[in-house]
């Protein structure tokens, strides 16, 4: 089945150490995008791709970057984790941007982030 | 821009009991308009989506929702609710044209009961 995978499920780090996050996709879309969701709060959209193109949200801090290497896959790296940067990352993708009428996203089962 | 509001944190119902989970939206011109499930440690999955083509969409497990212009609203509605249905429910938006990303609502956490 076609789908959207993220590895780990659960990742522990520890104050300031640099942690990667990892999203792939079999449906071949165009666009992925890595959203933060904090405990009884709506998914917070961090960055996306569009192919190669990479669109960062205003707001997002420098602290977090994100990768694309090919269509299959998008990580999510971020350089010096704090503890309010613990939470639930979910990774999603679209055929084409919203606005296009295909732009239903699907999204992942998510990797959830502990920071000691 | 537009946004979403989603109308109670929490909704109670019993197990067979009618679901309505409320959701306003806020834009210039009619956006689409999408409901997605999240259980718990879960990603989100898609419930139904709203692009123009019928005011009433139906989606998966049951549940429908009814786009009403005049009333900005595209409140999500069950006949009948199951244990199973119990989880945060998400209202979401997006522009119809151009590009926009897509602006969730706060959530709505659905509880049911035997």
């Known amino acids: 089945d076609a789908m959207v995978i993220q590895n780990p499920r659960y990742q522990v780090t520890q104050f300031g150490k640099p942690v990667t996050l990892s999203c792939s996709q079999t449906l071949n879309h165009n666009v992925m995008y890595w959203y933060q969701q904090k405990s009884s709060q709506a998914p917070k959209l961090l960055f996306h791709?569009?192919?190669?193109?990479?669109?960062n949200e205003a707001d997002t801090p420098d602290n977090f970057q994100s990768r694309r290497p090919n269509t299959s896959f998008c990580f999510l790296d971020i350089r010096s984790p704090g503890l309010g940067d613990a939470a639930m990352y979910l990774c999603a993708t679209s055929r084409d941007r919203s606005g296009s009428g295909l732009d239903t996203q699907y999204f992942g089962p998510g990797t959830r982030l502990t920071v000691l | 821009a537009q946004s979403v509001t989603q109308l109670g944190s929490h909704v109670s119902v019993s197990e067979g009991a009618l679901v309505l989970l409320r959701c306003n939206y806020s834009?210039?011109?009619?956006?689409?308009l999408f409901w997605y499930v999240q259980y718990p440690n879960q990603g989100l999955q898609l419930l139904l989506k709203y692009t123009s083509a019928a005011t009433l969409v139906k989606g998966i497990n049951g549940f429908e929702a009814e786009f009403k212009k005049s009333e900005t609203s595209f409140h999500l509605t069950k006949p009948s609710a199951h244990m199973s249905d119990a989880a945060e429910y998400f209202c979401a938006v997006s522009a119809r044209s151009g590009y926009s990303t897509l602006t969730f609502g706060k959530g709505t956490m659905l509880l049911v009961s035997p």
């Open positions: 834009s210039s011109v009619p956006p689409y």
């Open positions: 791709y569009y192919d190669k193109d990479f669109n």
